[in-house]
């Protein structure tokens, strides 16, 4: 995927002269530029050089009704492959350090859900400054790039490091970044489903047959796939984990409502099943609560079968996806009841766990993964781990 378009914020310091220069390095790559321009910017470079020679509009204010009715400052965030600031002033890296949205660049710095490259700019002393470093580390830990400063004379006389890097450099680091970027997402252009998370079976308003899986594997998986580059849609059962960022969340409780929003998510290249559905829900659901004290005998209740949304995933005719993967959580007999599941499902990978132990609920988890070559047994991992290292194969198989 080429580079097209960068968002480029430029802040209010001597080197936003060089912002123009920018705009022409990036052209000149065929990359084209929307620039947010701040109050401060204005007083270097004017907002008529930059629209002329991006030939758009120049955004400065976040109340501006004409820019806002056009385009929402958290649209303009995002409407950008990537985020260029520079010059990156003391100012807006500790605004963006500390979460601070005040003005339109560091509401969009917040907002944005692209990768951020900052190219600093500043006094020598300033760089130095404890409070600059701390916030350069902030950002750092947040996944902010840097491109500079240089060593160099400074226009207030200064000599050393601070200046901002020269556009030419800087227009060659993005396309560096975003080459290496792309070459680290192989699955880039797939989309995936992975379900998650227990299913919750109601018998009436207040009761509800479950079980104890956490998710916490489930949400691993649609994680590391969406670090690959892959559009991962996660539906999960009802689970106390955050939305994992960059994935779209489709929250469910039942069995059958999880199988509506998977078949609705078709169709993908990938199906991940890590979800422990519930095999049984009761028969009805009672619309008001039942009242089961009383009686001499225990109260029966009448269960019927859930639908298996690995095997009608698995057997979707043409809407298959390429790889289905399931998961077997097994106490024993592992690597035969996996093979088993995996033809009985119709799945191409099974990806089995011994649950004998604290596997729900817990942090690591041990795998054997079951494939119609035969199986590999990893060790035991974290769930973070496990969940990357399936990534790993998973773009492995579409590699070849
Ligand atoms: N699964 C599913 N829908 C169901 C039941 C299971 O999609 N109604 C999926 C799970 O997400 C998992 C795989 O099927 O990927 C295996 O589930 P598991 O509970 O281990 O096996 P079961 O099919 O329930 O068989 P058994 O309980 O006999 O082991």
Redesign the pocket.
Known sequence: MSLKRVLLIVGGGISAYKAPELVRALDKRGIGCRVILTQAGSQFVTPLTLASLTKDDVHQELFNLTHEAKMGHIELSRSADLVLVAPATADLIGKVAHGLANDLASTALLATDKPVLMAPAMNVRMWEHPAVQRNLATLRADGVHFIGPDEGAMACGEFGLGRMAEPEAIAAAIEVFWHKACSDKPLQGKRAIV?AGP?LEALDPIRFLSNRSSGKQGYAIAHALAEAGAEVTLVSGPTALNDVPGVSMVRVES?RE??EACQSALPVDIF????????WRPETKAEVKLKLKGDAKAPAMTLV?????????AQSGPKRPKLV??????THEVLA?ATA?RT??G?DW??ANDVSGDVMGGESNQILLVTAEGHQSWPEAPKAQIAIRLAEEISAYFKT
């Open positions: 379900t299913t069995a999880m199988l991940v099943a890590v979800a422990a559905v519930a095999d079968e859930n639908p298996d949304i690995l095997a009608t995933i993967i399931g998961f077997a959580a097994e009841y599941k009985k499902k799945c099974v990806v």
